[in-house]
């Protein structure tokens, strides 16, 4: 059974950065894409981007281009999320999720870290 193991959330003040990790384990094979998410308290969950390990290729949220990049080793299943010029209002538990093929929903999920941005 795969598992993903997120991990790196702490608190930190508003402009400074933290690092995200998101590392598979179990039966482990290559996934066809990797996302993080995050959920405030009190709001619906928002996904801030993937990556498509076939293509290469990145996408963002609005919210959050230019600030968080998606970076990581799909031979070795993992994934980081590098978070820059952080604010307060990027407060929220953070979560990685994988799929192994084109389908709308993601496959697997991490257990969640919490991140807080103090102003």
């Known amino acids: 059974q795969v598992q993903l193991g997120d991990s790196g959330g702490g608190l930190v003040q508003a402009g400074g950065s933290l690092r995200l990790s998101c590392a598979a384990s179990?039966?482990?094979?290559?996934?066809?894409?990797m996302t993080w998410f995050r959920q405030a308290a009190g709001k619906e969950r928002e996904l801030l981007g993937l990556?498509?390990?076939?293509?290469?290729?990145?996408y963002y949220a609005g919210s959050v281009k230019g600030r968080f990049t998606i970076s990581g080793d799909n031979a070795k299943n993992t994934m980081i999320l590098q978070m820059n010029s952080l604010k307060p209002e990027d407060t929220a538990v953070y979560y990685c999720?994988?799929?192994?093929?084109?389908?709308?929903?993601?496959?697997?999920w991490g257990q969640g870290t919490q991140v807080t941005v103090s102003s």
């Open positions: 999720a994988a799929k192994t093929r084109i389908t709308d929903s993601w496959e697997y």
């Open positions: 990556i498509r390990w076939s293509e290469g290729r990145t």
């Open positions: 179990g039966r482990t094979f290559s996934f066809f894409s």
